[in-house]
């Protein structure tokens, strides 16, 4: 969405938006850094007791294209988006008043998200910053690296390996430059714009830019400044910012471990640009502290019932603009500045339209607060409720799947945990039809797209099954880490009596090959030849002898199914250690 003015944006709410990024902060290597912050145990005393809440997220990358295999972490669990980009995690740990959600993949910065989480599914949309190269220079060098746009980073050249070792050698330079100005930037900054001032207190952070730094070594390990080194980092102005801007302001870096900024230091304005100095590289944001109270707003039709999946703004004259989206319940969570009177906006984007449904003035609220509003009837928007039940192939309840509903551009995406599903939107009078897609997220399942039209104001689907199974797959797992999968690009058949399943990724990053000699049809094999390369997900295995069992359940004619499972274990050329793995294939035999 655009904002509604040019000031520094104040993150209102920030449970329903997309994501965050960070960088990937060497907290190990701060040890002195980490003396001077403030206590992590005793600020963590203000996010309240602890609870279980369930998370459903899309990860996407800038030009918003779907990212699977992206490793999400929430407290202990963790999980893997699937060939949509989507995750579930039910039951997470979480705080009453903060939760923080971490997204990994190789090629990407870190990103994440930080939320005050709401009683029904919170949904997360995380959009993760690409790993790119902004120059290059080597220890002993004193080097500024710039981007076109005027940000800067000015090294002196002393540099850290992650074991606090010094470093010798090429160093990579990796800058992500963020504006507030920018629509995208509360969808790429890391956690929210919640800190720890130096004097371990609470505030909410008025941004004026953000810059990220990051440092690779010649074998892409992780570098940081060494002890007694620093580096002075540039940030540009918009124009737009630079009447508001004072003179000098407090600097934060991102603190990855815990999920918050932390106050450390302060920049001065220079012309257009805020120069400050840094003694270690993390994500360091410009910005003006400000108390705070965390807020709801529930979202209810004429009749009383909630709308899901609309987009609900704040706007403060001081703080600029913050966004989230209601989820099952018609609630959306976050943190607002206190004291200040707030405008706020309803929005069914994509499919209604720029203009409001709804606004109103809301506040001063100087406690925690939480509101209800009511969308008028209005004969252009119509309110809208789906209901099914989503079984399996043998008609049991999906208990771990979600359901997503396409209207217009806009998808809109709900959580199934026991077969019943129930999605309420608004919509616009121009179209009546929708479709619907259902995926069963353990057993790797899904209906195909189903298309309907709203039988108004109740659309009951019936009962839809899981039986369009992906239509191809290899998972696999290497000494307990999480599972691989890849849906697309397999081949597999006989070469001879030599059967081959293999995978090539288009960007050279990810491979799997297996193979059985003399193969005599399904059977179970104690000797096979096992390869795999996934640079995605931090995991290389070189071509070994697979000792194990390989059971090869179906083996059918071309267009036909292989299916395989292997467990054992393969020896890693470089250690000698034997690593356990395990998986399962189901392919199209291509030959």
């Not at 099952?328 to 720029?354: A, F, H, M, R």
């Not at 997220?441 to 009951?460: D, M, V």
């Not at 290497?478 to 090539?504: E, K």
């Amino acid at each position: 969405m655009k904002s509604i003015n040019r000031l520094p944006k104040f993150f209102a709410i920030l449970l329903m938006c997309a994501l965050v990024i960070t960088s990937c902060d060497n907290d190990d290597n701060l040890t002195n850094q980490q003396d001077q912050d403030p206590s992590p145990t005793a600020f963590a005393e203000n996010f309240g007791n602890a609870i279980s809440r369930n998370f459903l997220g899309t990860v996407v990358d800038t030009n918003d294209n779907l990212i699977e295999n992206v490793l999400i972490t929430i407290g202990s669990l963790t999980a893997m988006t699937d060939s949509n980009g989507v995750f579930i995690i039910e039951n997470a740990p979480v705080k009453e008043r903060f939760g923080y959600v971490i997204a990994e993949k190789i090629g990407y910065l870190h990103a994440s998200r930080a939320v005050v989480p709401s009683d029904g599914t919170n949904k997360v949309r995380i959009m993760m910053l690409p790993e790119i190269i902004a120059g290059s220079t080597s220890s002993g060098t004193q080097e500024t690296i710039s981007l076109p746009n005027g940000s800067k980073v000015a090294l002196e050249g002393d540099y850290i390996k992650p074991d606090g070792t010094s470093y010798s050698g090429s160093v990579n330079v990796i800058i992500h430059h963020l504006d507030p100005v920018d629509d995208d930037m509360q969808n790429q900054m890391p956690g929210m714009l919640y800190a720890a001032n130096t004097q371990n207190e609470e505030r909410m952070l008025q941004t004026f830019g953000m810059l990220a730094v990051e440092l690779r070594g010649d074998n892409g390990e992780d570098l940081n400044l060494a002890e007694g080194s620093t580096a002075e980092i540039t940030v540009p102005l918009d124009a737009s910012l630079i009447g508001n801007a004072p003179a000098t302001i407090p600097l934060w870096y991102f603190d990855e471990a815990n999920g918050y900024w932390i106050e450390d230091g302060q920049a001065t304005l220079i012309g257009n640009t805020y120069v400050g100095t840094v003694s270690h590289f993390s994500f360091w944001n410009c910005d003006i502290p400000a108390e705070y109270v965390d807020f709801c707003v529930t979202v209810n039709d004429s009749e009383g019932n909630p709308i899901a999946n609309t987009q609900v703004t704040l706007t403060s004259e001081n703080f600029g603009t913050g966004y989230g989206y209601t989820n099952e319940n018609g609630e959306t969570c976050g943190k607002i500045p206190s004291g200040e009177t707030l405008e706020l906006n309803v929005y069914n984007y994509d499919v209604c339209n720029q203009s409001p449904i709804h606004t109103e003035t809301v506040g001063p609220f100087n406690a925690d607060s939480s509101i209800s509003i009511t969308i008028a009837d209005n004969p252009d928007i119509i309110s809208e409720t789906v209901t099914g039940i989503f079984n399996d192939c043998d008609s049991n309840p999906v208990t771990d799947g979600y359901v997503q509903l396409r209207y217009g551009n806009q998808y809109f995406t709900d959580l199934v945990t026991d077969g019943n599903f129930e999605i309420n939107l608004i919509r616009c009078d121009t179209d009546n039809t929708f479709s619907i897609q259902a995926i069963d997220y353990i057993n790797i399942q899904e209906t195909g797209l189903l298309n309907y039209t709203f039988t108004t104001p109740l659309t009951n689907l019936g009962t839809i099954q899981s039986c369009n199974s992906v239509e191809e797959f290899i998972t696999y797992q290497v000494d307990g880490s999480p599972a691989i999968t890849y849906n697309f690009g397999i081949q597999g058949g006989l070469d001879g009596n030599y059967l081959t399943v293999n995978y090539y990724s288009d960007n050279q990053q990810s491979s799997f090959n297996l193979g059985i000699e003399n193969f005599n049809g399904p059977n179970t094999y104690t000797s096979g030849y096992l390869n795999f390369y996934d640079t995605n997900n931090d995991s290389t295995t070189l071509e070994s002898e697979f000792v194990g069992t390989t059971n090869v359940t179906a083996f059918g004619e071309v267009d036909e199914y292989i299916d395989i499972n292997f467990s054992g274990a393969i020896n890693d050329w470089s250690s000698g250690d034997a690593i356990p793995v395990s998986g399962t294939i189901h392919v199209l035999r291509d030959y």
